[in-house]
Nanobody, 118 residues
Framework: QVQLVESGGGVVQAGGSLRLSCVVS????????MAWFRQAPGKEREFVAS???????RYADSVKGRFTIFRDNAKNTVYLQMNSLKPEDTAVYYC????????????WGQGTQVTVSS
């Protein structure tokens, strides 16, 4: 069974930085596509960034140039470095796994709150 535990959320002023971490247990991490999603109050969950087994990354237009996703396969961990944070980045951030051969993200973490004050 795949389990994900996020950490690193908190309160930061606009323009500041945070780094989120997601540790994955179970399965074969190095073959997973990992992603970060977020959900703001009253809004639907949205895609933020992903990284596949080969290190290829994708980003939502709203975070390009400010956020960086990267992974450490030796630690079964994926990270989201968030710079130049804006109040509109305030949300619960979720880590998710898409296993090899699957078209959907089937395992999710519990989420970590990020609050950006103006």
């Amino acid at each position: 069974q795949v389990q994900l535990v996020e950490s690193g959320g908190g309160v930061v002023q606009a323009g500041g930085s945070l780094r989120l971490s997601c540790v994955v247990s179970g399965g074969t991490f190095r073959y997973y596509t990992m992603a970060w999603f977020r959900q703001a109050p009253g809004k639907e969950r949205e895609f933020v960034a992903s990284i596949n087994w080969n290190g290829i990354t994708r980003y939502a237009d709203s975070v390009k140039g400010r956020f960086t996703i990267f992974r450490d396969n030796a630690k079964n961990t994926v990270y989201l470095q968030m710079n130049s944070l804006k109040p509109e980045d305030t949300a619960v951030y979720y880590c998710a796994v898409r296993e090899a051969g699957s078209s959907t993200y089937g395992n999710w973490g519990q989420g970590t709150q990020v609050t950006v004050s103006s």
